[in-house]
């Protein structure tokens, strides 16, 4: 039982052709959950204007034929044609017991796996990471996560920004200030005061701006002194991301860095061949595309600039390479960059340019996964009390030690304690991330993302340890309870059919690269789930029957939340 949604529609298929015949095989009937039954197909409108019937006699001879399949209890029409299913409880019962019995727990397996290159996170080497850096890695790694599940090849790339004219303030600021000091300060992930150091003296100081650019020509020539000052930035950087990735439990290696400067030797082409075909054109001494449709504030045609006047590459120009990277060699179907909601006109102008190039083809999808920005409980930007913008560690370190009090008197031992808080702290500011809206601004707010109750990671997690409780008062293995599972409660019913629901949450997810519905799903099966154990005892149900029955859904609700946490990239505490 892979997909509930699917399964019905291929009964009003069958229905349909089954009344009317093979040629209206093709017809689609939508199906959606409905307030006034289970589901509800609308297809006999679109049906009726080729037979030409009234609608209403449509629905009812299709909804005649489902009244006999297994899966419906009830075929209803309502309105202009619309088919109200009600599903039978036998059915929903033996399908969440498949659902138990199936490793995969009802996750389809794609029936067209595509290569998906995923790019995200995407840190500054040598800039301190910001909060907008945790949602790009938060939501990148979920969405990775749930494609592979589903049998997608993925491909992550932590496109870093390692290049640019900034490396040479850096690097000449670094031989100025001295390597042992330099490295003790990054060490110190006092990155910012770095960065500042060296931007204060560009500014002030001509002489240094001077050493800077010829600093940048150096880079540029390959200078191997140069180099070496350069790799040791970034081999500093790289650790600094490592230990938030690790802190995460973010799925990022270092052999998913793709950096910009992997592109360089291939800029060159870039520009030639883009000029060559006419896309790329000389425009105040740089070369621009102008992808049609892209205008400024002013009407003018808005330029995506491959090469300065100064004969220098920029951002653009790394994308078009990447782009083409990415579908000519890496074999992509699917490019998804899961990256800062300010940068959408960037790429759609990227993915202009690479289709009129012929670099993207239209069987290839390249989609801007966009992320709001992070604003504090004032609403606005989020940022420390003295208005610089806060270090990601600092703001993880703080979820760990918030949550570490909200445990506190219930742990005596230190280490269970400590191993709980981590779970906790990290599961509570990445759920808080990843329930929101991707595109939508999200509000950083310590007191409620820890709470217990409500829509957070907690309360997940919470629900899990409530779950194993009950296993253990009962000496009852999970993995033991297989049904068969009887829905003799309306909260039993309610239960069962969300957790059916499960696969499609986790495809739709994937398919939109928005891992907030997973994370709606799992709050849904919760609460779902706290009716029936309000309302259906379980360790003390009416009959041997009914106990087994309720503690398979128990299990199977224990599953699939901890299978649904783990897409999320949210760990959970054996105990809480
Ligand atoms: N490094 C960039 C930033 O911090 C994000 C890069 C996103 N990926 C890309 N292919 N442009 O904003």
Redesign the pocket.
Known sequence: MADLQAALAAHVSAALTAEFGAEYAGADPLIRPSAFADFQANVAMALAKRLGLPPRDVATRIASHLDQAPMCERAEVSGPGFINITLSDAWIGEAAAFQLGDPRLGIPVSDRPQRVVV?YS???VAKEMHV??LR?TIVGDSVVRMLERLGHTVIR?N???DWGTNFGMLLEHLIDIGEQAAYAQLAAGEINDFYQGAKVKFDADPAFADRSRRRVVALQAGDQETLRLWRTLIDDSKQYYNAIYAKLGVTLTDADLAPESFYNPLLEDVCRDLERAGIAVISDGALCAFPPGFTGRDGNPLPLILRKSDGGYG?GT??MA?IRYRVGDLGADRII?V??SE?AQ??AMVFAVARQAGWLPDSVIAEHAAIGMVTGTDRKRFRSRSGESVKLIGLIDEAVSRAEKVIEDRYDDPELRAQIAHAVGIGALKYADLSVARESSYMLDFDRMLSLTGNSGPYLQYATARIRSIFRKGSVDPAGETGPIMLTAPAERALALRLLGFGAAVAESAQTAEPHRLAAFLFDLASDFTTFFEQCPVLKAESPQIRSSRLALAALTLDVVLAGLDLLGIPVPDRM
């Open positions: 790019d995407s840190p500054n907008g850096h790009t790339a496109h870093i920004g951002y790394t994308d990447a960059y990256v800062g940068q960037h790429f």
